[in-house]
């Protein structure tokens, strides 16, 4: 499985960016995808994940409200809708896939159960 991540730019505090990821390959193996960041000096960190066969969304609680996580099972891309932008959300995103199926939702905040990462797109919210 490869992924591709898109859509980052420079913004400003309150407007809106929806980051794309392109799964290509093996996608039919892939059980969830999850959205990561990683801001200048700081540790990689959860943002969001979708599990695709059955279902369910989980958010940081850092990003719930503004962000959105969706699929599109026919383009086999993952989009992460952003909204409210702050300064504090600047950061490199990456997309990662998982093929482990987990019943709770709180597992997939792990970023050590996803198999594939995509490259990174810098989002930079300026105030």
């Known amino acids: 499985v490869q992924l591709q991540a898109s859509g980052g730019g420079l913004v400003q505090a309150g407007d809106s960016l929806r980051l794309s990821c392109a799964a290509s390959?093996?996608?039919?193996?892939?059980?969830?995808v999850g959205w990561f960041r990683q801001a200048p000096g700081k540790e990689r960190e959860f943002v969001a994940a979708i599990r695709r066969r059955r279902g369910g969304r989980r958010y940081s609680d850092s990003v719930k409200g503004r962000f959105t996580i969706s699929e599109d099972n026919t383009n086999n891309a993952f989009y992460l809708q952003m909204d409210s932008l702050r300064p504090e959300d600047t950061a490199v995103y990456y997309c990662a896939a998982s093929r482990l199926a987990y019943n709770e939702m709180a597992y997939y905040t792990n970023a050590n159960i996803f198999n594939y990462w995509g490259q990174g797109t810098l989002v930079t919210v300026s105030s």
């Open positions: 390959g093996r996608t039919f193996t892939i059980d969830a």
